[in-house]
């Protein structure tokens, strides 16, 4: 009887631990599928599913018609797990033939215990299915004793490369990307913000410590960058390159600058400089080849900043282009001695004589009958020592000191175009408000941007501010032309059948290497057709070797610019006549006697 009762005692010890044991294992089932099964669920997909991040391509930068300078292409970056890679030596030695690397390069980078190693950076597609091809075929090979030695741990990660379908047509202008994908110089680096698309997210399965192919699930869509479309035409960008590039190598210039302008609205159909680079290939290019020098180098203007200082004595009713004035060979002002390029007696021009000879004592007496502070006052105006506002990167305002820091040769000095100095950009400027009857219009290179959606914002239009009256600015084309004449200074810049007004400019040349002047820069700008001025087209020529004058080197690189131009874009001849205007006293008095008679 005793054993019978501790026998049923010991039986419901035993089934009251089964229901404890039975209700602790239901409170954790429910625990675990219910109140925590989302926990549960996140921890499973983290150790079984990972994220990475989903390269967004960067927008395109075209010309004007939609032709790509720079694109985004599709690449497979090749990384590996180390800690998967048993024979190191072994491997590489396959790899490296099918990669075009070195056996030690492969070696390299798949030895060790890191867990992500970069094999091969933004290879083509093709390049990493051929390797995934190459490896498959070696594992199917062997044998079921032999499963130790298989090849696995690579697998590819998705990404862009900047490529630059036109090489260095525009290199100094649209600049590059770096190895990280961040724009380093130009449009690339200034609009980074806007061409650098938002990258996305993607998921995949982790099996054996390796991406599973074919398992990727995008969680975040990378969003594409903003195209941005320019002002360049790609085809007079091709001729301006072509020209300036030949006139560099002829001369043995330091370096070439052309620039294709429409003065109305400021937009830039060529941006051309020499020598340049190819932004496909930057292996031992120097930074100074990385410069956009239409914008970043400044120089003293030379002649080409005579009209400024005519037009500002014209608009003050100081001068008519008919004045005559007696014009010296030399002038002494303060301390130095001023000349004109060749020795002559004393003559008597007109205004626009001392345009087309140009006259530096001549340009010295104009300056003369505006004060200081009036003549300072005009440059200005035309832009000199002000940023331009074309948006491009590192563009500099030039140099212009104040009038309190004038000496005694600054104003003589200033009236012919040295004792200040501009880039090529605020040049072209000046000489577009000229065409554009007095109106200077910011430059820009930027014709809109295209979303990601492909809708098309158009840019914003361009500041324009009033600098010299439609009057002084048609007397100025008038006298320009003058320049492109038998008589003037630039008659290899004329173009049959149109009418073209321009400007030479030959300037000693600052030489920062030893703060002294040593060379020269060489110029030209000018205008077409000169009484409905359509393009403006500066050359600009560093340094040049021997020959050195603007006429003889930018006449021709001007024509030959200015004569695809017109004939792309479909300009006719006005079909008007110039009546010349006299360039001295006596052509002056035959003049006045002419119609006389005809009266």
């Not at 797990?81 to 491997?91: A, M, R, W």
């Not at 104003?411 to 200077?440: E, H, K, V, W």
Request: some cysteine; charged content about 20%; overall charge positive.
């Amino acid at each position: 009887m005793g054993n019978f009762s501790l026998a049923h005692g010991r039986i419901r010890v035993l089934i009251i631990a089964a229901l404890i044991f039975l209700m602790a294992f239901g409170l954790r089932l429910v625990q675990i599928q219910a109140v925590q099964a989302s926990s549960y669920q996140d921890r499973a997909n983290n150790e079984m599913s990972l994220t990475r991040t989903l390269p967004a391509p960067r927008g395109e930068i075209t010309d004007i018609h939609g032709a790509p300078f720079a694109r985004s292409v599709a690449a497979t970056s090749i990384v590996v797990d180390q800690t998967l890679i048993t024979d190191p030596t072994k491997v590489a030695e396959f790899i490296a033939p099918i990669l075009g690397l070195t056996t030690a390069e492969v070696a390299n980078s798949i030895t060790g215990t890191k867990r992500w190693s970069m094999v091969y950076k933004n290879a083509k597609p093709a390049t990493w299915k051929k390797l995934s091809e190459a490896i498959a075929a070696y594992n199917a090979l062997l044998s079921k004793e032999e499963i130790g030695e298989r090849i696995v741990g690579f697998y590819p990660e998705r990404g862009y490369i900047r490529e630059y379908p036109s090489g260095n047509l525009l290199a100094s202008l649209i600049g590059f990307v770096n190895n990280d994908g961040f724009g380093a110089t130009g449009l690339e680096s200034s609009k980074n913000s806007i061409i650098a698309g938002i990258d996305g997210k993607y998921s995949y399965d982790n099996g054996y410590k390796a991406e599973i192919p074919g398992s990727q699930s995008e969680i975040i869509p990378a969003k594409t960058g903003t195209t941005i479309r320019l002002t360049i035409d790609r085809d007079i960008q091709w001729v301006a390159s072509k020209a300036i590039s030949d006139a560099v190598k002829k001369s043995g210039a330091l370096s070439g600058t052309v620039i294709v302008m429409d003065p109305k609205t400021g937009e830039i159909l060529a941006h051309a400089t020499a020598p340049t680079f190819d932004p496909n290939n930057r292996k031992g290019v120097s930074l100074s080849l990385m410069r956009n020098p239409s914008v970043q180098d400044v120089y003293e203007p030379g002649s080409t900043g005579k009209v400024m200082t005519l037009a500002a004595a014209i608009e003050e009713k100081l001068v008519t282009p008919n004045t005559v004035l007696t014009v010296p060979y030399s002038l002494k002002r303060s301390d130095k001695v001023f000349h004109d390029h060749e020795k002559h007696p004393i003559k008597k021009l007109t205004v626009s004589g001392i345009l087309a000879e140009s006259s530096n004592t001549g340009s010295i007496k104009i300056g003369e009958m505006l004060e200081n502070q009036k003549l300072y006052d005009y440059l200005t105006k035309f832009g000199v020592g002000v940023n331009t506002g074309s948006g491009l990167p590192g563009e500099s305002r030039g140099i212009l000191a104040p009038v309190s820091q004038w000496s005694g040769t600054s104003a003589p000095t200033i009236a012919f175009g040295q004792g200040y100095s501009l880039t090529a950009m605020q040049a072209t400027s000046i000489f577009a408000t000229i065409a554009n009857d007095g109106i200077r219009v910011s430059p820009t290179v930027i014709s809109g941007t295209r979303d990601s959606s492909g809708h098309f914002t158009p840019a914003n239009a361009r500041a324009s501010e009033r600098v010299i009256s439609a009057q002084t600015a048609q007397a100025m084309r008038l006298m320009m032309e003058s320049v492109v004449s038998g008589n003037g200074t630039a008659p290899t810049a004329a173009i049959p059948g149109y009418r073209v007004a321009g400007k030479t400019g030959t300037a000693e040349r600052y030489n920062t290497a030893c703060s002294c002047y040593s060379g020269y820069t060489a110029s030209f700008i000018g205008f077409a057709p000169a009484d409905k001025p359509r393009f403006v087209i500066s050359v600009t020529i560093q340094d040049p070797k021997g020959l050195h004058w603007g006429g003889a080197l930018g006449g021709p690189v001007f024509k030959d610019v200015m004569s695809f131009a017109l004939k792309s874009e479909h300009v006719s001849p006005t079909g008007t006549k110039v009546v010349p205007l006299p360039l001295n006293e006596k052509e002056l008095n035959a003049r006045i006697k002419k119609d006389a008679v005809k009266q």
